[in-house]
């Protein structure tokens, strides 16, 4: 994922125009961009969100797994990227795991800010590509709708 120019969490993409490209044409020419040495076909599809709104828009999901050298080729080209430092504050990898006290790693991470329908599009690729056992992801997801145990204790005191 990377962390936007507003502070908001989302992954590499942009507009693509249909007249002109196909969406693997041009996400691939928009991730070349950004990223160099990923690309994408239509098996590496997943799914498609609508985003209602006065800006109506179609989000795109594909997802390919890497090997760590092509991981490691990307982060090192996405902050030689043209966007690094003006769109893109960096590149952020997603913990796959929950720690001992419930919070840490993927719920903390989960209650970040996110852009449109990244969140969702995470969750589901998380699901669907089976990377986080489904009932380790629905604890996580729950664990960032509970208050926070300083949050009530604050909340206690100011009233």
């Excluded at 989302?10 to 044409?25: A, I, K, N």
Aim: charged share 20%.
């Amino acid at each position: 994922m990377q962390m936007r120019f507003d502070g908001l969490l989302g992954f590499p993409g942009g507009f693509v125009d249909r007249r002109y490209w196909s969406l693997e044409d041009g996400l691939n020419r928009v991730l070349g961009l950004g990223l160099g040495c990923v690309r994408l076909t239509e098996a590496d599809y997943l799914c498609s969100h609508l985003t209602e709104g006065p800006h109506r828009v179609v989000a795109h999901f594909y997802a390919r797994q890497l090997t760590l050298e092509e991981l490691h080729t990307i982060e090192i080209s996405a902050v030689h990227s043209r966007d690094h430092g003006m769109e893109v504050m960096g590149m952020v990898r997603v913990p796959l795991y929950t720690q001992k006290d419930r919070m840490g790693g993927l719920p903390n991470f989960l209650a970040n800010s996110f852009v449109g329908t990244a969140k969702f599009q995470l969750l589901f690729a998380l699901k669907i590509l089976n990377m986080v056992p489904e009932e380790k992801l629905a604890e996580a997801v729950a664990a960032t709708q509970r208050p926070k145990k300083g949050a009530l204790d604050h909340a206690g005191g100011a009233a």
